[in-house]
């Protein structure tokens, strides 16, 4: 386990969470019709001109869409010019040994890091050949470890995983969230003092919810978006979008979803799954 650490700041730490970006090898590839590349750097740019420089930066998995090196090289150098320091989790359409090597961003899986009295946990829920999500029993009894023994001067968490903890809105969703999601619940209930929020991606949409005594914040892609309330896959006509979490010394947290204005949506409203 690997730390990061950085000065305790009176002013917010800033905290960019970027996901689902669905790479592929060439750059030039679409998805349902959408241009995965173009449209991760128009977001950031968003962002480099609407947040300045953010504290860190999490790429909350589905960095690729094909698990190839390019893609994930190519995520690191697009993220880099935001000049902050970036972490990323795998997703299902990712491949944890190919990203692993990447050696120019050694520090990219880091699974704790620490911002003043923050610590963000990176929680991988990725399993190989299964598009929903599970947490070993070595995630698990990390996540337990980190929440019981908080390093000195820590007092607030944020969760980060892929997979979606709670049931997606729409009915196609009910077998692809994280499959032992109440083991999580369970860990996080023991300590409700530290935990502030769940933060995850994987059902490409936005939500912010109170469950259980925690909040939940799911994220859109910087991509495609999918239809809430709907029986069967869908897409939305919502423009790509990142989010943005300001997070105070006292436990406080503002958040918001921000997206990319006058961009013209292309994609494929036939698509029967992606
Ligand atoms: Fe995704």
New binding site residues.
Partial sequence: MQKASREFREKPLRLIQI??T?LYRDPRAVLLGLNTHESFEKIVDLIARTRGTPDVIVGT??IAQDASRESYQRFAEIVSRLNAPFYWIP???DNRKVMLALTDYPNAFDTQLIFGNWQILMLDTSSPGNVHGVLSDAELARLQQQLSQLPAGVQHSMICL?HNPVPGTASWMSDIGLKNADAMLAILKQYPATVRAVVY????QTLDFEHEGFRFFCTP?TCIQFKPYVEEFALDMLAPAYRWFDLYADGRLETAVERLQDYVIKVDMNAGG?
């Fill in positions: 996901t689902d669905h998995g589905d997703g299902n359409h892929h991606g994987h059902i490409h892609s992606y």
